[in-house]
C-alpha cells in the first residue's frame, strides 16, 4: 500500500519475543522503573472495556448538553469519570475510523482509507496484538465492518458487515449462527456472558461494540414510539442555504430534503400532499424518532452492563471507556450522514471511567483524537507504544495534568469519493479556534471558519483579508502536520490513482457497463 511505513518491527518483535509481564519484567531497562516497582508490588494492570457505538453524535449524549434527547446510563459514566469535550476523529467514516483506533496510525498509513475497497489489513500491528502479547485475554463482541477476519483476539463474536438490527446472524470464531431479539440486546447479552466465562487469572480487554445507531434506525419494540408525540427540536443550521461556502456542501447528498428516502430511512409515508418546508421538517422527525430510540435502547444496554461490572466487583480495577466511531449530522445543515470534517461529524463522544485514576465528574477539553486510543489502551497495561504509533496516550489527561507540549491542532483527511452522499476528498486542520479546510479531487477550493465567531461553520472566511494572515498560518500547521503523519498531496494523488484503477477494473470485468 503507498505511503505505508513500519519502523516498529525491532519493537515489534521484542514485544512478540517477550510474550508477557514475567518476561518483560525480567529485562530492566525495557520498561519505566516506577512503573515496574508498581507492578512488582502486586498492583495489577487494569482491564479495559472499549464501548463503541456507530455514529452516535456528542450532541445526541445528554452529558454533552443534548437539546433533543436523555442519555442517563451514558451520564452516569460521565459523572463517574472524565468527559472529553474536544475528541475528534482523523477520517470521519466508519471503517477507516476503526482502522485508525486499532493501529493508532492515519489512515493513509494503515491502508484502510474509506469503507470500499480494499479489506483492513489485519497482518499488521494492533494494539490488541499488543495487549495480547503482554498477558491481557482480549476479545471483541459486536461490529466490526473491517472485512477481513479479527486478528489479535482470543475470541470474536461479530456481525456479518453492518449486521441487522432484528434477529441478527452472528460470526462467532468463523462460525455463522442466527440470534433471535435485538441486536443491541445481543451483543450486550455476549459481552456480559462473555465476562462470567473469561479466565479470571489475567488482565483482559473486551471490545463491546454495538451496531447502534447506524443508518436505517430501526427501533426495538421497547423504544420505537417513545418520540411519538414530542416534537423534537430543529438544529439550528437546518435551514443552511450553503452560501459562503464552496460547492463542496452544495453538491453532497445527504440533505434530510432530497436524500433521506421514503420509505427506507423514513418506514412511514408521509401525510397526503406535505410538501417543501412541512415536508423537510416532517422527515427530520421521522429520523430523529428512530435514530433516538435506537440511542435509548445503547443507553439501557449499556447501563445494565454498567450494573453488571458493579455486582460483580469489576468497576473498580476497570477502564470503561464509551465512544463512537466518528459523529453524526443531526439536521445540522440540513443533513444526516458524517463524513465532512465539519463539527458535528468530527466530534466523537468520549468518555472514560477509572476510579483509581479519574476524578469523577471531570471535564477535558485538550483535543484528543482517535489516534490516540492505541496508545492509551497500551499505557494502561504498561505496554510501550511502539514507535511507528502516531498517536498519544492521554493517560495523563485522565488523571487531571495536561503535558505543557499536548497538542493545539489536529489534521484531518477523508477520501470516500466520488461515492454515496458524494462528499468530496478533503483535508484540513482546527486549531482551538480556527478550521481550514481544502476540498480537492474533482474541484480545488478551500474554507475557513473562526469557530469563536462562528461557531456553527455557516460563515467561510477564507477569502477575507482580515484573515489573510491567519489563513498563512493554518497553511503553514498543516504542511507541518502533513509532513509529520507522512500525508502529502501526492499520496493524496496516489489514493486517487488507486481509486480509478479500481474502477477501471470493476468496468473491464462487466464488460464495460
Ligand atoms: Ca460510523
Same mark, same amino acid.
Given at each position: 500500500m503507498a505511503g505505508r511505513t513500519d519502523r516498529s518491527v525491532n519493537r515489534r518483535q521484542f514485544l512478540k519475543s517477550v510474550g508477557g509481564t514475567a518476561a518483560a519484567l525480567a529485562i530492566p531497562g525495557c520498561w519505566d522503573a516506577g512503573r515496574l516497582k508498581t507492578a512488582q508490588a502486586g498492583r495489577e494492570r487494569p482491564n479495559i472495556i472499549f464501548i463503541m457505538a456507530d455514529d452516535h453524535a456528542a450532541h445526541a449524549l445528554s452529558c454533552y448538553g443534548s437539546r433533543i434527547n436523555k442519555t442517563p446510563n451514558l451520564d452516569r459514566l460521565a459523572a463517574q469519570g472524565m468527559r472529553f469535550e474536544n475528541c475528534f476523529c482523523t477520517n470521519g467514516i466508519c471503517a477507516p475510523s476503526r482502522a485508525v483506533i486499532l493501529t493508532g496510525k492515519y489512515s493513509h498509513i494503515n491502508g484502510k482509507v474509506d469503507n470500499r475497497g480494499q479489506h483492513f489489513d489485519g497482518s499488521q500491528q494492533t494494539f490488541p496484538k499488543l495487549l495480547q502479547q503482554a498477558g491481557y485475554e482480549t476479545a471483541l463482541i459486536g461490529k466490526w465492518h473491517l472485512g477481513s477476519v479479527p486478528t489479535g483476539f482470543d475470541y470474536w463474536n461479530i456481525l456479518p458487515g453492518q449486521g441487522e438490527y432484528h434477529d441478527p446472524e452472528m460470526i462467532e470464531m468463523g462460525e455463522t449462527k442466527k440470534y433471535t431479539?435485538?441486536?443491541?440486546?445481543?451483543?450486550?447479552?455476549?459481552?456480559?456472558?462473555?465476562?462470567?466465562?473469561?479466565?479470571?487469572?489475567?488482565?483482559?480487554?473486551?471490545? !463491546?461494540?454495538?451496531?447502534?445507531?447506524?443508518?436505517?434506525?430501526?427501533?426495538?419494540?421497547?423504544?420505537?414510539?417513545?418520540?411519538?408525540?414530542?416534537?423534537?427540536?430543529?438544529? @439550528?443550521?437546518?435551514?443552511?442555504?450553503?452560501?459562503?461556502?464552496? #460547492?463542496?456542501?452544495?453538491?453532497? @447528498?445527504?440533505?434530510?430534503?432530497?436524500?433521506?428516502?421514503?420509505?427506507?430511512?423514513?418506514?412511514?409515508?408521509?401525510?397526503?400532499?406535505?410538501?417543501?418546508?412541512?415536508?423537510?421538517?416532517?422527515?427530520?422527525?421521522?429520523?430523529?424518532?428512530?435514530?433516538?430510540?435506537?440511542?435509548?435502547?445503547? #443507553?439501557?444496554?449499556?447501563?445494565?452492563?454498567? #450494573?453488571?461490572?458493579?455486582?460483580?466487583?469489576?468497576?473498580?480495577?476497570?477502564?470503561?471507556?464509551?465512544?463512537? #466511531?466518528?459523529?453524526?449530522?443531526?439536521?445540522?445543515?440540513?443533513?444526516?450522514?458524517?463524513?465532512?470534517? =465539519?463539527?458535528?461529524?468530527?466530534?466523537?463522544?468520549?468518555?472514560?471511567?477509572?476510579?483509581? @485514576?479519574?476524578?469523577?465528574?471531570?471535564?477535558?477539553?485538550?483535543?484528543?483524537?482517535?489516534? +490516540?486510543?492505541?496508545?492509551?489502551?497500551?499505557?494502561?497495561?504498561?505496554?510501550?507504544?511502539?514507535? +511507528?504509533?502516531?498517536?498519544?496516550?492521554?493517560?495523563?489527561?485522565?488523571?487531571?495534568?495536561?503535558?505543557?507540549?499536548?497538542?493545539?491542532?489536529?489534521?484531518?483527511?477523508? !477520501?470516500?469519493?466520488?461515492?454515496?452522499?458524494?462528499?468530496?476528498?478533503?483535508?484540513?486542520?482546527?486549531?482551538?479556534? =480556527?478550521?481550514?479546510?481544502?476540498? !480537492?479531487?474533482?474541484?480545488?477550493a478551500w474554507e475557513l471558519y473562526d469557530l469563536q465567531q462562528a461557531p456553527h461553520e455557516l460563515n467561510n472566511v477564507y477569502s477575507d483579508p482580515a484573515y489573510a494572515d491567519i489563513v498563512k498560518q493554518l497553511e503553514i500547521e498543516l504542511r507541518r502536520l502533513q509532513k509529520r503523519y507522512g500525508d502529502s498531496d501526492e499520496l493524496a494523488q496516489q489514493y486517487v490513482q488507486e481509486y480509478l484503477r479500481e474502477q477501471q477494473q470493476k468496468k473491464e470485468k462487466s464488460g464495460g457497463k
Open positions: 431479539g435485538y441486536v443491541t440486546d445481543i451483543i450486550t447479552d455476549h459481552g456480559i456472558k462473555w465476562l462470567q466465562e473469561r479466565p479470571q487469572d489475567k488482565p483482559f480487554c473486551l471490545m !463491546y461494540h454495538h451496531k447502534a445507531p447506524h443508518r436505517n434506525w430501526q427501533p426495538d419494540a421497547k423504544h420505537a414510539g417513545m418520540y411519538k408525540n414530542v416534537e423534537i427540536p430543529l438544529p @439550528e443550521t437546518f435551514d443552511d442555504d450553503y452560501s459562503t461556502r464552496s #460547492d463542496a456542501a452544495r453538491q453532497q @447528498e445527504m440533505t434530510i430534503e432530497h436524500h433521506l428516502q421514503v420509505p427506507y430511512d423514513t418506514k412511514l409515508k408521509p401525510p397526503e400532499g406535505l410538501t417543501g418546508d412541512a415536508l423537510k421538517k416532517w422527515k427530520y422527525q421521522r429520523y430523529m424518532e428512530d435514530y433516538l430510540a435506537c440511542i435509548a435502547s445503547v #443507553d439501557d444496554n449499556v447501563g445494565r452492563f454498567l #450494573d453488571y461490572l458493579d455486582q460483580s466487583g469489576l468497576a473498580q480495577n476497570t477502564v470503561v471507556v464509551y465512544t463512537s #466511531d466518528q459523529g453524526f449530522f443531526l439536521g445540522d445543515h440540513g443533513w444526516f450522514d458524517k463524513r465532512f470534517m =465539519y463539527e458535528e461529524s468530527l466530534r466523537m463522544p468520549l468518555l472514560v471511567r477509572y476510579p483509581r @485514576e479519574i476524578k469523577a465528574g471531570t471535564v477535558n477539553g485538550d483535543m484528543v483524537l482517535n489516534l +490516540d486510543f492505541a496508545p492509551t489502551f497500551l499505557d494502561f497495561a504498561q505496554v510501550m507504544a511502539p514507535d +511507528d504509533m502516531q498517536g498519544v496516550s492521554f493517560r495523563k489527561l485522565l488523571r487531571g495534568r495536561t503535558p505543557k507540549n499536548w497538542r493545539q491542532a489536529m489534521y484531518y483527511h477523508y !477520501y470516500e469519493y466520488p461515492a454515496e452522499h458524494k462528499v468530496k476528498r478533503h483535508y484540513g486542520v482546527r486549531t482551538e479556534r =480556527y478550521k481550514l479546510i481544502h476540498f !480537492y479531487y474533482d474541484i480545488d
